[in-house]
């Protein structure tokens, strides 16, 4: 059984930054690419970012590039989030997600195999 547990959420100003942990447990970690999806209410889901294995490729949404930065650590079965220069548009619950022993990184959600429980992630203008 795979399960990936984030954390890291919170509240912030805009301007601000925080990092996002996603922690994962079993095999399936070591071969697979990782994502980041984010959820606003009453919006659909939309990818953010996404890292391959072992951790060379990596691809982010327009709307987070240059400011958002994926980054993943093997040894710990880990993958990280860093958020900068916040601002209320990306306040939304975000999801970590894996694939099923795939290397490539994917910005459709339908890729990925497994989902964490979410974090919400607020920032205040």
């Known amino acids: 059984q795979v399960q990936l547990v984030e954390s890291g959420g919170g509240l912030v100003q805009a301007g601000g930054s925080l990092r996002l942990s996603c922690a994962a447990s079993g095999r399936t970690f070591s071969s697979a690419a990782m994502g980041w999806f984010r959820q606003a209410p009453g919006k659909e889901q939309m990818f953010v970012a996404a890292i391959g294995w072992p951790g060379r490729t990596t691809d982010y949404a327009d709307s987070v590039k240059g400011r958002f930065t994926i980054s993943r650590d093997n040894a710990k079965n880990t993958v990280y989030l860093q958020m900068n220069s916040l601002q209320p548009e990306d306040t939304a619950v975000y999801y970590c997600?894996?694939?099923?022993?795939?290397?490539?990184?994917?910005?459709?959600?339908?890729?990925?195999?497994?989902w964490g429980q979410g974090t919400q992630v607020t920032v205040s203008s």
């Open positions: 997600a894996g694939r099923a022993s795939i290397h490539s990184p994917s910005r459709e959600s339908r890729h990925y195999a497994y």
